[in-house]
C-alpha cells in the first residue's frame, strides 16, 4: 500500500545530503498528491452533473466523486451510536494541542454554510463562505470590510499595520466583542460567533468572547489561543517592520505583516503538523519547500470540497475533560468559554496542551457531551449524497475492500458495520474513515490520512504567498524573511511572544515527549 511504500522508501532519509533530501522531500509530496484527481474538480454540490454554475461557482463546495444514489441506506437508525463514547481512549502519540491546531487550521476554510432553524435537510448545507485559502482568517477576516474593523487603522509612529488588542494582566489579547450584552459597534460587521445564541444570557462566558475574523475562533478556549498567538505575532512583526521601514504608511507596514504571519502559518501546516500525523517521522520530515508546488500539474486554485469538510471532523480526539491551569473542566463547559485561557495566561495554555493526550480517533470513542456532532456529520454527507467509502478508497489509489472484515480488525466494528449495512460497498464515507484501524505510527487510520495528505499539501504549497515570482525576500522585507526561516514550531512563535520568553526546558509540542 502507498502509506507502507513510503515509509520504507523513508527509512533512508535521515543519512541523505540536503540536496538528496530536497528531491526526495518533492518525490513524496508529489506521489501522494498525485494518489487522486487534480483540481479543477468536474463536480460540485450545486448540480449532480456537470455544469458551468459547478465548474465556475465557488459558494457550492467541489466535490471528489459523483453523486452515487445507489448505496443501499443503513439499517440501524441511530448511527451515531457507532461514534458513542464506551471506555475513553487515548492517544499514545498525541497531545491536545494537536486537535486544537488542526481545528484551527480548517475553521479557516471549512465553512460549511449552517442550516436553517428546523431545517437539518437545508440544501444550503451543500454551500460554505469560505475562501477557499489557508489566509488566517479565524485572525483577520473573511472581508476587506472585516479586515478593517480588526486593524488599528493609526498612522501613528510604533501603532503603524497593528491589529486593535487590549491589556490583560499584562499580556495581549485581542478586544472584547461585546459590551453589555450587545455587539460594539464597530465589531458589527464581524461574523457572529457560532453558538453565541445560546450563551446570550450567560455573562460569565458572554464578557470575554474575543472580537476575532472567525465565527468559530471563539469556540473553545484551545483555539482562541490559536488566534491569540497569532495576533500577537503580527503586532510584533508590524512593530518590527515598521520601525526598518519609518517611510511606509500604515496599509503598507499591514499587508507586509500579514504576508508574513500566513506564511508562518503555512509553515507550521506542512513542518509541524503534517509531520506529526505521518508515519515517516523521525526518518523523514517533510519541509515547505515551495518549489515544489512551481511547476507541479496540481498546482491549481483552491476550492474545499465537500469531502473534505466532513473528514476533518474529528470529535474523538477530544476527551471528556481537559485540565486548564489546574483545573478540569468537561468538554461541553469549555464550549465558547474563554476563561481558562485568560485566567492562566497564554504560556500556560500552550503548556498544558502540550501535556495532556488528546483521544484517539476512531469508532466508539466520542464524549457524549458532543456526539449530536457526528449526527450532523452523517446527516450532512447525506444530503451531499457523497460516494461510498469503499469508492473513496479506489479513487485514491488503496485497496478496495471485499469483506466487512477488510475494514477493521476491531470486531465490535465490523459487528456494527455488518448490522447496519447490506454490503462493505454500502458504507457512508463519514463511517467507513473512522472505522479503519490506525496506521502504524500516526494518530489517524489509511483513508483519512490519504485524503488529508491530498489536499493540505495541494492547498497550502499553492498558497500565492509561495509562488515562484511572489517567494522572494523583498515581498516579506528583511526582517520577515529572517522571521520565516527561523520558524520550525509553534514553540518558536510562543517563544518570541510571551514576557521573557519560555524556560528551554518547558515542553510545547503536539507529539508527547515520551513517543519512541
Keep these: 500500500?502507498?502509506?507502507?511504500?513510503?515509509?520504507?522508501?523513508?527509512?533512508?532519509?535521515?543519512?541523505?545530503?540536503?540536496?538528496?533530501?530536497?528531491?526526495?522531500?518533492?518525490f513524496l509530496i508529489n506521489r501522494l498528491v498525485n494518489s487522486a484527481r487534480h483540481r479543477p474538480h468536474p463536480w460540485s454540490t450545486v448540480h449532480d452533473y456537470v455544469s458551468w454554475t459547478s465548474l465556475t461557482d465557488?459558494?457550492?463546495?467541489?466535490?471528489?466523486?459523483?453523486?452515487?444514489?445507489?448505496?443501499?441506506?443503513?439499517?440501524?437508525?441511530?448511527?451515531?451510536?457507532?461514534?458513542?463514547?464506551d471506555e475513553q481512549r487515548l492517544s499514545p502519540k498525541s497531545t491536545l494541542l494537536f486537535p486544537a491546531f488542526a481545528q484551527y487550521l480548517t475553521d479557516g476554510f471549512i465553512r460549511t454554510l449552517m442550516p436553517s432553524d428546523g431545517e437539518p435537510d437545508d440544501p444550503s448545507r451543500k454551500q460554505n463562505t469560505s475562501n477557499h485559502e489557508i489566509d488566517l482568517s479565524p485572525l483577520y477576516g473573511r472581508t476587506p470590510a472585516q479586515t478593517s474593523a480588526l486593524r488599528l487603522n493609526?498612522?501613528?509612529?510604533?501603532?503603524?499595520?497593528?491589529?486593535?488588542?487590549?491589556?490583560?494582566?499584562?499580556?495581549?489579547?485581542?478586544?472584547?466583542?461585546?459590551?453589555?450584552?450587545?455587539?460594539?459597534?464597530e465589531f458589527e460587521i464581524l461574523d457572529r460567533p457560532l453558538m453565541i445564541k445560546n450563551f446570550l444570557d450567560d455573562p460569565y462566558r458572554l464578557s470575554v468572547i474575543f472580537a476575532f475574523g472567525g465565527d468559530r475562533a471563539n469556540a473553545s478556549p484551545q483555539i482562541t489561543m490559536m488566534n491569540t498567538l497569532f495576533l500577537r505575532e503580527?503586532?510584533?512583526?508590524?512593530?518590527?517592520?515598521?520601525?526598518?521601514?519609518?517611510?511606509?504608511?500604515?496599509?503598507?507596514?499591514?499587508?507586509?505583516?500579514?504576508?508574513?504571519?500566513?506564511?508562518l502559518f503555512v509553515k507550521l501546516v506542512v513542518e509541524e503538523y503534517i509531520n506529526h500525523i505521518t508515519p515517516f517521522a523521525p526518518a523523514i520530515k517533510f519541509v515547505a519547500d515551495p518549489a515544489v508546488a512551481w511547476n507541479a500539474s496540481w498546482n491549481k486554485p483552491n476550492w474545499i470540497t465537500s469531502e473534505f469538510?466532513?473528514?476533518?471532523?474529528?470529535?474523538?480526539?477530544?476527551?471528556?475533560?481537559?485540565?486548564?491551569?489546574?483545573?478540569?473542566?468537561?468538554?461541553?463547559?469549555?464550549?465558547?468559554?474563554?476563561?481558562?485561557?485568560?485566567?492562566?495566561?497564554?504560556?500556560?495554555?500552550?503548556?498544558?496542551?502540550s501535556a495532556q493526550p488528546a483521544g484517539e480517533i476512531g469508532a466508539f470513542n466520542t464524549s457524549a457531551s458532543i456526539l449530536s456532532f457526528?449526527?450532523?456529520?452523517?446527516?450532512?454527507?447525506?444530503?451531499?449524497?457523497?460516494?461510498?467509502y469503499s469508492d473513496y478508497r479506489e479513487y485514491v489509489s488503496l485497496s478496495r475492500p471485499r469483506s466487512f472484515?477488510?475494514?477493521?480488525?476491531?470486531?465490535?466494528?465490523?459487528?456494527?458495520?455488518?448490522?447496519?449495512?447490506?454490503?462493505?460497498?454500502?458504507?457512508?464515507?463519514?463511517?467507513?474513515?473512522?472505522?479503519?484501524?490506525?496506521?502504524?505510527?500516526?494518530?489517524?487510520?489509511?483513508?483519512?490520512?490519504?485524503?488529508?495528505?491530498?489536499?493540505?499539501?495541494?492547498?497550502?504549497l499553492t498558497n500565492p504567498l509561495l509562488s515562484e515570482h511572489v517567494w522572494k525576500e523583498e515581498t516579506f522585507t528583511p526582517a520577515g524573511w529572517q522571521t520565516i526561516n527561523e520558524t520550525k514550531s509553534l514553540r518558536d512563535i510562543l517563544q518570541r511572544n510571551v514576557v521573557g520568553g519560555i524556560s528551554e526546558d518547558t515542553f510545547i509540542g503536539m507529539t508527547q515527549p515520551n513517543w519512541p
Excluded at 510604533?158 to 455587539?183: M, V
Excluded at 457526528?374 to 461510498?388: D, F, N, P, V, Y
Design 1 to 26: 500500500m502507498l502509506m507502507d511504500f513510503m515509509t520504507r522508501l523513508a527509512g533512508g532519509i535521515s543519512r541523505m545530503i540536503p540536496p538528496a533530501g530536497r528531491l526526495l522531500n518533492k
Design 58 to 85: 465557488k459558494k457550492w463546495s467541489a466535490r471528489h466523486l459523483p453523486v452515487r444514489r445507489d448505496m443501499a441506506p443503513a439499517k440501524i437508525g441511530n448511527m451515531e451510536e457507532f461514534f458513542r463514547r
Design 154 to 185: 493609526s498612522h501613528d509612529s510604533g501603532n503603524k499595520g497593528k491589529l486593535k488588542s487590549q491589556q490583560i494582566d499584562g499580556q495581549e489579547y485581542a478586544e472584547f466583542l461585546f459590551e453589555g450584552d450587545q455587539i460594539k459597534p
Design 234 to 263: 503580527h503586532n510584533r512583526l508590524a512593530a518590527i517592520i515598521e520601525a526598518a521601514n519609518t517611510d511606509w504608511d500604515d496599509e503598507h507596514v499591514f499587508e507586509v505583516a500579514r504576508n508574513v504571519n500566513i506564511v
Design 309 to 353: 469538510s466532513l473528514l476533518y471532523r474529528w470529535h474523538s480526539l477530544m476527551p471528556d475533560n481537559i485540565n486548564w491551569d489546574g483545573n478540569d473542566y468537561p468538554v461541553f463547559e469549555s464550549i465558547m468559554n474563554n476563561n481558562p485561557l485568560i485566567d492562566g495566561g497564554l504560556e500556560k495554555a500552550f503548556v498544558d496542551m
Design 374 to 388: 457526528e449526527l450532523k456529520a452523517i446527516e450532512q454527507g447525506r444530503i451531499c449524497e457523497l460516494a461510498s
Design 405 to 460: 472484515s477488510d475494514v477493521s480488525s476491531n470486531p465490535k466494528v465490523v459487528e456494527f458495520l455488518e448490522n447496519a449495512y447490506e454490503s462493505v460497498d454500502d458504507i457512508e464515507f463519514y463511517i467507513g474513515l473512522f472505522a479503519e484501524d490506525l496506521l502504524n505510527r500516526s494518530p489517524l487510520p489509511e483513508l483519512l490520512l490519504t485524503m488529508v495528505a491530498v489536499d493540505a499539501f495541494s492547498q497550502a
